[in-house]
């Protein structure tokens, strides 16, 4: 019995480098980084708008 199981290993986070050599990445790998990818352009979008209605109150308060 090995003295650590694999499963009960520390995952690695998966991290993405723009530019990076994909080659040997596997198919699951790429999957796994697009997934990535969307979920922090979905939480910049939501910070975008968020951004942008605090700029629009603060811009119609100060137009009266």
């Known amino acids: ?6 499963d009960d290993r520390p995952k690695k986070k998966i991290t993405h480098e723009i530019g990076q050599d994909l080659y040997l ?8 980084r697009i997934a990535l990818m969307k979920e922090e352009i979905a939480r910049l979008e ?6 942008d209605s ?3 109150s603060a811009d119609q308060f100060f137009k009266k």
């Open 54 to 56: 605090s700029r629009n």
């Open 46 to 51: 939501a910070d975008i708008k968020k951004k």
């Open 25 to 32: 990445l596997s198919v699951t790998e790429l999957n796994d």
């Open 1 to 6: 019995m090995p003295a650590i199981d694999e």
